[in-house]
């Protein structure tokens, strides 16, 4: 059975990386290969909890200290809209608006980044500061 590997196609902002692609290819010997292709793993069910349980929650309780009640999805959809969102641009009047993307599927690598631009967020306009997860559960234990 052949070894298995993995070629990131997508990069962060969206656009093919034609360059792994055509790397990989050069690299084929002559012969029969059988490609598939699948789609990155969504993130773990743990780091769910960490998200919805911890993370949310603390800067929820940093919005509480500076005056505002937010509801745990009002705190999710804010750091969407500022941390994981698609610009669109009106051709015609060259205006840009930001749409929310939805965190449910984002990769593994791009959920970990959007956890540390809102850890940084936290810790630098809430003053709350959000422990990463091995951090976080050894606190608890």
Request: with cysteine.
């Given at each position: 059975m052949p070894t298995p590997f993995t070629i990131l196609i997508k990069s962060e902002d969206g656009k093919?990386?034609?360059?792994?692609?055509?790397?990989?290819?050069?690299?084929?010997?002559p012969g029969r290969y059988e490609l598939s292709a699948k789609?990155?793993?969504?993130?773990?069910?743990?780091?769910?909890?960490?998200?919805?349980?911890?993370?949310?929650v603390e800067a929820q309780r940093g919005f509480r200290d500076i005056g505002h009640d937010l509801s745990k999805e009002e705190v999710h959809e804010f750091f969407k809209?500022?941390?994981n969102y698609q610009e669109i641009?009106?051709?015609?009047?060259?205006?840009?608006?930001s749409l929310p993307r939805s965190t449910a599927n984002l990769p593994k690598y791009e959920f970990s980044?959007?956890?540390?631009?809102?850890?940084?967020?936290?810790?630098?306009?809430?003053?709350?500061?959000?422990?990463?997860?091995?951090?976080?559960?050894?606190?608890?234990?």
């Amino acid at each position: 059975m052949p070894t298995p590997f993995t070629i990131l196609i997508k990069s962060e902002d969206g656009k093919y990386n034609g360059t792994a692609i055509r790397k990989f290819y050069d690299s084929l010997k002559p012969g029969r290969y059988e490609l598939s292709a699948k789609r990155m793993n969504k993130r773990s069910n743990q780091a769910n909890r960490y998200y919805w349980g911890y993370l949310i929650v603390e800067a929820q309780r940093g919005f509480r200290d500076i005056g505002h009640d937010l509801s745990k999805e009002e705190v999710h959809e804010f750091f969407k809209s500022r941390f994981n969102y698609q610009e669109i641009v009106n051709e015609q009047t060259g205006e840009i608006i930001s749409l929310p993307r939805s965190t449910a599927n984002l990769p593994k690598y791009e959920f970990s980044e959007y956890i540390g631009k809102i850890q940084q967020f936290c810790a630098e306009w809430l003053n709350v500061v959000i422990l990463d997860p091995n951090q976080q559960t050894a606190l608890w234990e």
